[in-house]
């Protein structure tokens, strides 16, 4: 079994501020984590994403991620919040089980950025 | 580079008529999912297939829902017939085969979605 907790449903930052967004993941499996970001009326883009590699993980557009085994933890960060970050943004754990590939969405973080 | 295409982007149907919504995946794309997500909520999933053969359908509201993959490829989602409740955006994506050699990461790759209004 997996599941997804993302701790806040709402963040809201000054521009050129710090960003975090908080993940944290049980799985019984080997999971790969994913940050997908949602523009309204958009589909989902893929941000970042963990595969058993390098534990800190650099996406586009500034964000980067670290994967703590012992926190469960896969929390998302910024250094300096853009107007253009405003979005939803959504933590994803996949795990391969039972011949095909199991994906848990957590419930979304919608991030707000003031000018 | 290559995309998830799905169409249409909008529709505005009347309750109690049917709709159906259209996904090509990435070419060699195995695993194809079909999402709904309603406005302010995380995606759900509807169904999920590997190849032809679906692998999980248990979220699916099957008296009104269904959806196909008759060849592995594309993929048609029908809903018959509309309820309000329907409104929302679904969601295609797709992802290699699980184990594909060197290249599977686990990654979806969604298209843009389509928009359904009932009305």
């Known amino acids: 079994a997996q599941s997804v907790t993302q701790l806040d449903s709402h963040v809201s930052v000054s521009e050129g501020t710090p960003v975090l967004l908080r993940c944290n993941y049980s799985?019984?499996?080997?999971?790969?984590l994913f940050w997908y970001v949602q523009h309204p009326n958009k589909g989902l883009q893929l941000l970042l994403k963990?595969?058993?590699?390098?534990?800190l993980v650099k996406g586009i557009n500034g964000f980067e991620a670290e994967f703590k085994k012992s926190e469960t933890s896969f929390h998302l960060t910024k250094p300096s919040a853009h107007m253009s970050d405003a979005a939803e943004y959504f933590c994803?754990?996949?795990?391969?089980?039972?011949?095909?590939?199991?994906?848990?969405f957590g419930i979304g973080t919608k991030l707000q950025v003031i000018p | 580079e290559a995309e998830v295409a799905q169409s249409p982007r909008y529709k505005i149907t009347e309750k109690s008529q049917a709709v159906a919504f259209w996904c090509d995946p990435i070419?060699?794309?195995?695993?194809l999912y079909w999402y709904r997500q309603i406005l302010g909520q995380g995606p759900e999933l509807l169904v999920q297939?590997?190849?032809?053969?679906?692998?999980?359908d248990s979220q699916l509201p099957k008296d009104r829902f269904s959806a196909e993959r008759l060849k592995g490829v594309d993929s048609t989602l029908k809903i018959q017939p509309a309820e309000l409740g329907d409104s929302a955006m679904y969601l295609c994506?797709?992802?290699?085969?699980?184990?594909?050699?060197?290249?599977?990461?686990?990654?979806?790759?969604f298209g843009e979605g389509s928009r359904l209004t009932v009305l």
């Open positions: 994506a797709s992802s290699l085969r699980p184990g594909t050699s060197g290249q599977f990461t686990g990654e979806l790759f």
């Open positions: 799985s019984s499996y080997s999971p790969s």
């Open positions: 963990y595969t058993s590699a390098a534990t």
């Open positions: 994803v754990v996949t795990a391969y089980s039972g011949g095909y590939q199991k994906v848990t």
């Open positions: 070419s060699g794309h195995a695993t």
């Open positions: 297939f590997q190849d032809e053969s679906v692998v999980d």
